[in-house]
């Protein structure tokens, strides 16, 4: 009788002459008592490359509320973990495809707004914000159709008077506007007040630390390039 792969590694396991996924779910298990999901993730993904476990896809399944804590709040978790997890798996010669994971979707930007999220309005701000805000939409959709001209604000203000709040209603009204946006801080604290925001060194690929001659390692012919073309605005904070 000729078994296939999948059942000789089942019929091994259950003999005990293989090892199963159970020390991998035990390590998992007791890492997320005091790691972070980013943590998590990356510890996934290392065992998936270097210890070949049995059975991935159960693996990751049994410990997915772990690992898609910290998006849940601004982002389609499912997307932005199968991204974060194919990206360290990309870093060690592998990809979801290649573990029996599904293969992430779209961009690594998160433009679509809620289901949930009303579109934004725009009655309660102050005087200054409520300039600041139809100064940046006139300026993005008068030139909306045409030849892109790149095109600098910037915002100066005191903490707390509110910039990163007017920043997530202009992401969140052009998202609505079926436009792209990139929010990014060079803090990593910092932008995680911003929706769908991400670290300048993610967005940019910038080195850590960044010197007088550092450059970004964005590749003109990448996924993460043709992204950028259909960007209409960015937001650094």
Known sequence: MVLSVVHLREACIQRHLLAGDNKYSVALNEASNFQMPKQLCSMF?????????????????????????????????????????DKILHENSSSCAAIGLPSPQGGFINNQ?????????????TNEQHHLLENILQSILSSAGEESVPKLHYVDAPGGSGKTYVFNKLS??????NM?????????IANTLMVDGCTVHKLFKLPVPVVENSTCRV????????LFREIKLIIVE
Request: with cysteine; hydrophobic share 35%.
């Open 45 to 85: 993904a290392v065992i998936c490359v270097y210890c070949q476990p049995a059975d991935p896809q159960q693996l990751w399944i049994s410990h997915q509320n772990a690992h898609i804590e910290d998006f849940t709040r601004n982002y389609d978790h499912d997307v932005a973990v199968d991204h974060d997890i």
């Open 180 to 188: 792209k946006v990139a929010c990014a801080a060079w803090a990593g």
């Open 219 to 226: 590749s003109p012919s990448s996924e993460h390039a043709n």
């Open 172 to 177: 969140s009204y052009l998202k609505h506007q």
């Open 113 to 125: 707004p809620s289901s949930l999220e009303p579109a934004p309005t725009f009655d309660d701000q």
